[in-house]
C-alpha cells in the first residue's frame, strides 16, 4: 500500500467511531432492522480486514486443532499461502508439539494461554519465535467450537538476544585470554633467568670441551630466545585485548601492518597463505589511533585468512597495498578467498549479519570496523567477485 493509501491507528479509530455515527442516522431511513442488519455487515467486513492484514500471525482452528483460518501476516511469517495450510493441524506447524497441546489445553481450561517465547517451523524448515496468546472460542452454549492464536513475530528480537549472549562469551574469553597471559608471563621470566643463569655457568664449566660447551651456550641461547618470542606474544594479546581510550599520534601504516601480520603468526603458521607486500616507497606516516587502525587490520586478515580456508585450495595469497595522495592514505588487503556476491556484499555492514555458520562468526566485527574508520575520519569500502576473492579499501586522512 502508498504511504498515501496507508491509514494510520487514528484514522482506524475514527472509522470505528463513525460506526455509530453512521447507525443514528441510518436509523431515521431504514429503521432499527435496516441500520443493524448493515451495521453487522459492514463491522464484519471491517473486522475481517483488519485481522487479515495485520502484520502479526492470526488463525483460527477447530475443536479438534485443524487450521480454518490463516492471515496475511501468517503466511509471511512461515512461507505458507492460506491455501496450502488451511485444513492442516496446528500442531504439525510447531517445533515442539507437545508444548503447543499443552497450551491448547491450558486456553480450554483457563479461556486463555500465554506463551512468551514460542517456536513455529517456517516452510522452509528454520524455526520463527513468537510471543503467542491463545484464546478459547465458544457457542452460545458455553461449549468450546475452536481456538483463536495471535502470534507476535519476534525472531529479530529473539536473534539479536542470541547474539548479544554471543558477544558477551566473546568478551570474557578476552578478559580470560588476558589473565591466562598475565599467568605465562610470571613463569617465563622465571625461566629466562633460569637459561640466562645457565649460560653463564656453561661458559665457565670445567672439563667440557669446546664442543660441548657450544652446544650447551647454544641450547640456552635458544631457551631465551623463545621466552623473550613467549613474552612479545603475550605482550600483544595483552594489548589488543586492553580497552583503551582514543588516542591520536604519528605512525608508520606499514610498521603497523607488519605488526599485525606478525600478531596474526599463529593463524598463518599451519596454512599456505602467502603475504606479499606492495608498499608505497618508504614509511607511510599519519596521525591517527594505532590500537583502533590495529583492530581493523587483525579483523580484515582474519575474514582474509577464513575466506582462503573456506574455498578449500589449499593456498592462497593476502597482499597488502599501500598508496597516497595530498589528503589521504589507502589501505587496500585482498584475499584470493570465496568472495562474495552482490547480494551478500551489500549487507556486510549491517549489524549481526554473517555468512558464517552460528559459532564461527558474531556479525559484529565489519560493521564496528566501518564505524572505526568513520570515526578516525576515513572511509571503508569493498569490492569483491565470488569465486575469486575480496579486497577491503581503507582510506585515513594523512592530517
Same mark, same amino acid.
Given at each position: 500500500?502508498?504511504?498515501?493509501?496507508?491509514k494510520?491507528?487514528?484514522?482506524?479509530?475514527?472509522?470505528?467511531?463513525?460506526?455509530g455515527l453512521w447507525?443514528?442516522?441510518?436509523?431515521?431511513?431504514?429503521?432499527?432492522?435496516? !441500520?443493524?442488519?448493515?451495521d453487522?455487515?459492514?463491522a464484519?467486513?471491517?473486522?475481517?480486514?483488519?485481522?487479515?492484514?495485520?502484520?502479526?500471525?492470526?488463525?483460527?482452528?477447530?475443536?479438534?486443532?485443524?487450521?480454518?483460518?490463516f492471515?496475511?501476516?501468517g503466511?509471511?511469517?512461515?512461507?505458507y499461502?492460506?491455501?496450502?495450510?488451511?485444513?492442516t493441524?496446528l500442531?504439525?506447524?510447531?517445533?515442539?508439539?507437545?508444548?503447543?497441546?499443552?497450551?491448547?489445553?491450558?486456553?480450554?481450561?483457563?479461556?486463555?494461554?500465554?506463551?512468551?517465547?514460542?517456536s513455529f517451523?517456517?516452510?522452509?524448515?528454520?524455526?520463527?519465535?513468537?510471543?503467542? &496468546?491463545?484464546?478459547?472460542?465458544?457457542?452460545?452454549?458455553?461449549?468450546?467450537?475452536?481456538?483463536?492464536g495471535?502470534?507476535h513475530?519476534?525472531t529479530?528480537?529473539?536473534?539479536?538476544?542470541?547474539?548479544?549472549?554471543?558477544?558477551? !562469551?566473546?568478551?570474557?574469553?578476552?578478559?580470560?585470554?588476558?589473565?591466562?597471559?598475565?599467568?605465562?608471563?610470571?613463569?617465563?621470566?622465571?625461566i629466562?633467568?633460569?637459561?640466562?643463569?645457565?649460560?653463564?655457568?656453561?661458559?665457565?664449566?670445567?672439563?667440557?670441551?669446546?664442543?660441548?660447551q657450544q652446544?650447551?651456550? $647454544?641450547?640456552?641461547?635458544d631457551?631465551i630466545?623463545?621466552?623473550?618470542?613467549?613474552?612479545?606474544?603475550?605482550?600483544?594479546?595483552?594489548?589488543?585485548?586492553?580497552?583503551?581510550?582514543?588516542?591520536?599520534?604519528e605512525?608508520?601504516?606499514?610498521?603497523?601492518?607488519?605488526?599485525?601480520?606478525?600478531?596474526l603468526?599463529?593463524?598463518?603458521k599451519?596454512k599456505?597463505i602467502?603475504?606479499?607486500?606492495?608498499?608505497?616507497?618508504?614509511p607511510?606516516?599519519? $596521525?591517527?589511533?594505532?590500537?583502533?587502525?590495529?583492530?581493523?587490520f587483525?579483523?580484515?586478515?582474519?575474514?582474509?585468512?577464513?575466506?582462503?580456508?573456506?574455498?578449500?585450495?589449499?593456498?592462497?595469497?593476502?597482499?597488502?597495498?599501500? &598508496?597516497? &595522495?595530498? &589528503?589521504?592514505?589507502?589501505?587496500?588487503?585482498?584475499?584470493?578467498g570465496t568472495?562474495?556476491?552482490?547480494?551478500?556484499?551489500?549487507?556486510?555492514?549491517?549489524?549481526?549479519?554473517?555468512t $558464517?555458520?552460528?559459532?564461527?562468526?558474531?556479525?559484529?566485527?565489519?560493521?564496528i570496523?566501518h564505524n572505526?574508520?568513520?570515526?578516525?575520519?576515513?572511509?571503508?569500502?569493498?569490492?569483491? !567477485?565470488?569465486g575469486?576473492?575480496?579486497?577491503?579499501?581503507?582510506?585515513?586522512p594523512?592530517?
Open positions: 500500500m502508498s504511504g498515501a493509501g496507508r494510520s491507528f487514528a484514522d482506524w479509530l475514527k472509522i470505528i467511531l463513525s460506526f447507525g443514528r442516522s441510518t436509523r431515521k431511513k431504514h429503521g432499527q432492522k435496516g !441500520r443493524t442488519e448493515f453487522i455487515l459492514r464484519h467486513d471491517f473486522l475481517r480486514s483488519v485481522l487479515q492484514y495485520s502484520h502479526d500471525m492470526i488463525f483460527v482452528t477447530d475443536v479438534h486443532g485443524f487450521l480454518i483460518s492471515n496475511k501476516g503466511e509471511q511469517a512461515l512461507g499461502t492460506q491455501e496450502e495450510i488451511v485444513g493441524l500442531k504439525d506447524l510447531a517445533q515442539d508439539p507437545e508444548e503447543l497441546l499443552k497450551l491448547l489445553e491450558d486456553s480450554r481450561k483457563e479461556s486463555s494461554a500465554v506463551s512468551m517465547d514460542f517451523l517456517h516452510k522452509e524448515g528454520h524455526p520463527v519465535y513468537f510471543n503467542i &496468546s491463545l484464546i478459547d472460542l465458544k457457542n452460545a452454549e458455553d461449549k468450546s467450537i475452536g481456538t483463536v495471535i502470534c513475530n519476534i529479530r528480537w529473539k536473534k539479536l538476544e542470541e547474539d548479544l549472549v554471543r558477544v558477551d !562469551r566473546l568478551a570474557e574469553m578476552g578478559r580470560i585470554a588476558a589473565g591466562v597471559a598475565h599467568e605465562i608471563n610470571n613463569p617465563l621470566a622465571v629466562s633467568e633460569a637459561a640466562g643463569w645457565g649460560a653463564v655457568v656453561a661458559k665457565d664449566a670445567k672439563g667440557l670441551g669446546k664442543e660441548d652446544e650447551l651456550e $647454544k641450547i640456552f641461547a631457551v630466545e623463545q621466552t623473550k618470542r613467549c613474552r612479545s606474544r603475550t605482550k600483544q594479546v595483552l594489548g589488543f585485548a586492553r580497552d583503551s581510550e582514543p588516542t591520536k599520534k605512525i608508520d601504516i606499514h610498521e603497523l601492518l607488519k605488526e599485525t601480520v606478525a600478531f603468526g599463529p593463524e598463518l599451519y599456505q602467502e603475504i606479499l607486500y606492495q608498499f608505497t616507497e618508504g607511510l606516516i599519519l $596521525k591517527s589511533d594505532p590500537k583502533k587502525l590495529e583492530q581493523v587483525v579483523n580484515l586478515l582474519t575474514n582474509a585468512i577464513y575466506a582462503i580456508k573456506e574455498k578449500g585450495e589449499g593456498k592462497g595469497e593476502i597482499t597488502l597495498h599501500t &598508496s597516497a &595522495s595530498d &589528503s589521504d592514505a589507502e589501505i587496500q588487503i585482498s584475499d584470493t568472495g562474495m556476491s552482490e547480494e551478500v556484499q551489500a549487507k556486510i555492514f549491517d549489524l549481526f549479519f554473517t $558464517k555458520p552460528t559459532g564461527k562468526g558474531t556479525g559484529l566485527g565489519l560493521p570496523c572505526i574508520v568513520k570515526k578516525l575520519g576515513g572511509r571503508m569500502s569493498c569490492k569483491s !567477485r565470488l575469486e576473492g575480496t579486497t577491503f579499501i581503507i582510506q585515513i594523512l592530517a
